[in-house]
């Protein structure tokens, strides 16, 4: 079994903000950045946690990646917006870009986002919570792809065509525990590939082919020009290409090449509907009646999404958050070129309120 490092979400996310801000980040920016990449990990989704923070340095360092830029609003009326993220941290711009979505969806009862220009903006989860929480229902897409485009087939294909392509909805209930889609249309996030690779951990069967398009269960021959299969043969690859085109509303497409894509937000305001105290309770009565249901043999009950997110969280914040050693590693590397010390000691007080 792989060696693992158990961290408090607190420590995790001062050591986080304080490597972005010696890598050029503005103090809001990182902390940003760092609570949603420990939410992702508190959630139980490691794939898009603080073992992400070694590429975002690359980018960094290769100037894709500008830690201080702050977003622009380009255009917007009473419920759109587009977004230009100046190649900042896409976390920082889509957080955001669903804040502004739900004040106007707020007062003109939807509104819709176009963000370009951004960084990878992490778990997609994290705003759709946030839409929910606001007693809004959030949707939220990702993703791009053209000819030879991509790292995930089309459906019958043997070359690239789209990217993970993730979508993420939250509805709101009325408590600590929101309904929480949030899927790649591939059968894997790419992110998870390496966390299995951090573990010397086989994928399951049916997950990715390599580069000869032969079935395979090791992370190394993804990385090795390999690809992701859609989740749902024909079903998944549809809905990998409605984000494209979702995206493609951005105008991020290129007629000659043929590629689209980029990220889109839409946030519905429940009250403009239904009464939203009504809503959440009957939401909340539907779902609890699934999950009423008797669980089939080796199952010992029925979830719904938002279930595992929460149990997590609970969970992760009482023991604290496994890395694995391979991640640790990486992360102490990084704190080690940028002179950031690892010490529990830097520990703010407002990091330890922040997890509360």
Same mark, same amino acid.
């Given at each position: 079994m792989a060696t693992t490092h158990k961290f408090q979400a607190s420590y995790l996310h001062s050591v986080t903000r304080r490597i972005f801000v010696a890598a050029g980040a503005t103090r809001h920016i990182a902390d940003d950045v760092a609570e949603i990449l420990v939410n992702a990990n508190l959630a139980g989704h490691d794939s898009h946690g603080v073992l992400r923070i070694p590429a975002y340095l690359r980018g960094i360092e290769s100037g894709g990646l500008v830690p201080d830029a702050e977003p622009e609003t380009v255009k917007e009326t009473a419920n759109t917006m587009f977004f230009d993220g100046k190649r900042?941290?896409?976390?920082?711009?889509?957080?955001?870009?669903?804040?502004?979505?739900?004040?106007?969806?707020? &007062?003109?009862? !939807?509104? !819709?986002?176009?963000? %370009?220009?951004?960084?990878?903006?992490?778990?997609? +989860?994290?705003?759709?919570?946030? @839409?929910?929480?606001?007693?809004?229902i959030g949707i939220i897409t990702t993703g791009g792809g053209g000819r030879m485009q991509? #790292?995930? %087939?089309?459906?019958?294909?043997a070359g690239g065509a789209t990217g993970t392509n993730p979508i993420a909805v939250g509805v709101p209930t009325g408590?600590?525990?929101? =309904?929480?889609?949030?899927?790649?249309?591939?059968?894997?996030?790419?992110?998870?590939?390496?966390?299995?690779?951090?573990?010397?951990?086989?994928?399951?069967?049916?997950?990715?082919?390599?580069?000869n398009g032969n079935p395979s269960v090791k992370p190394a021959d993804f990385y090795d020009g390999g690809f992701l299969l859609p989740f749902g043969l024909h079903k998944g690859y549809s809905i990998?290409?409605? #984000?494209?085109?979702?995206? +493609?509303? !951005?105008? !991020?497409?290129? %007629? &000659?090449?043929?590629?689209?894509?980029?990220? =889109?937000? *839409?946030?519905?305001? %429940?009250? @403009?509907?239904?009464?939203?105290?009504?809503? *959440?309770?009957?939401?909340?009565?539907?779902?609890?009646?699934?999950k009423s249901i008797p669980p089939a043999p080796g199952f010992s009950e029925v979830l719904v999404p938002g279930d595992f997110e929460h149990r997590n969280r609970v969970q992760r914040l009482a023991d604290g958050i496994e890395i694995p050693d391979t991640i640790h590693q990486q992360i102490s590397e990084c704190a080690e070129k940028l002179e950031v010390s690892m010490s529990e000691d830097a520990v703010e007080a407002a990091d330890a309120e922040r997890y509360e």
């Open positions: 900042s941290f896409g976390h920082y711009i889509a957080r955001e870009a669903m804040k502004r979505a739900i004040e106007k969806a707020k &007062e003109a009862d !939807s509104c !819709s986002a176009s963000l %370009v220009n951004t960084g990878h903006i992490g778990r997609l +989860g994290e705003y759709a919570e946030a @839409a929910a929480r606001a007693g809004c991509g #790292i995930t %087939v089309p459906f019958g294909g408590d600590d525990s929101p =309904f929480v889609i949030d899927i790649a249309t591939s059968m894997i996030a790419e992110g998870k590939i390496q966390v299995a690779r951090s573990k010397g951990e086989d994928l399951p069967e049916g997950y990715i082919v390599d580069k990998g290409l409605l #984000i494209c085109l979702l995206g +493609g509303l !951005s105008g !991020s497409f290129d %007629v &000659e090449k043929g590629t689209m894509g980029g990220c =889109f937000m *839409q946030v519905i305001n %429940v009250n @403009a509907l239904t009464p939203l105290e009504e809503y *959440q309770q009957g939401v909340r009565a539907f779902l609890d009646g699934i």
